[in-house]
């Protein structure tokens, strides 16, 4: 199964793909998708929108996963990080894939083993689970935080329903 994992941003949007093929996970791609802080809003959110919809056309992922965002003291920047996630979801759902959705706390717990670590462990734990990977910025290693957080989702789901239906074959 290939996994997309996008971290929301309107400045910049963290992608990253990883083939989740039984417990090997095996890194294919990241990057990000920006834009430019003086444009207008709108432009801003279509330049993400036709960014990120070549990213899942190139890279034709099974599933995506998204990070949830959270309230921050500035309104303003709360409500323009929601329209960001926005696209962040309306891509993956116009290709017709599942989607995922992750607490911050949730993703770093599942990745660093803690639930409050900070992007230079994110950064260090993406790379020690896919040794040799470049990574493209601290937006891009947090997405595939995100990627790696719902294949562990997956797998565990995996897991209990193979354990359901053995228990229910006795």
Same mark, same amino acid.
């Given at each position: 199964?290939?996994?997309?994992? +996008?971290?929301? @941003?309107?400045?910049?949007?963290g992608w990253g793909? +990883? ?16 834009s430019e802080g ?25 599933? =995506?996963?998204?990070? *949830? ?17 926005? +696209? ?10 599942? +989607? @995922? ?8 717990? =599942? ?5 409050? =670590? ?13 040794? @040799?990977? *470049?990574?493209? @910025?601290?937006?891009a290693a947090d997405?595939?935080?995100? =990627? ?23």
């Amino acid at each position: 199964m290939r996994v997309i994992g +996008i971290d929301p @941003g309107l400045r910049c949007l963290g992608w990253g793909v +990883i083939d989740v093929e039984g417990s090997r996970i095996v890194h294919v791609a990241n990057g990000t998708c920006t834009s430019e802080g003086s444009a207008p809003l709108a432009e801003r959110l279509l330049s993400l929108y036709r960014q990120l919809t070549q990213v899942v056309a190139a890279h034709a992922p099974d599933a =995506a996963a998204v990070e *949830q965002t959270f309230v921050n003291k500035d309104a303003v920047g709360t409500l323009k990080l929601g329209q960001a996630r926005g +696209i962040a979801m309306l891509v993956p759902a116009e290709a017709g894939l599942p +989607i @995922g959705e992750y607490l911050p706390n949730a993703v770093k717990k =599942a990745v660093v083993g803690v639930g409050h =670590a900070d992007k230079r462990q994110i950064q260090h734990m993406v790379k020690l689970q896919m040794p @040799g990977v *470049q990574l493209a @910025g601290p937006d891009a290693a947090d997405a595939l935080a995100i =990627a790696l957080c719902h294949a562990h989702h997956l797998q565990s789901a995996n897991r209990l329903t193979d354990a359901l239906a053995r228990a229910g074959g006795r």
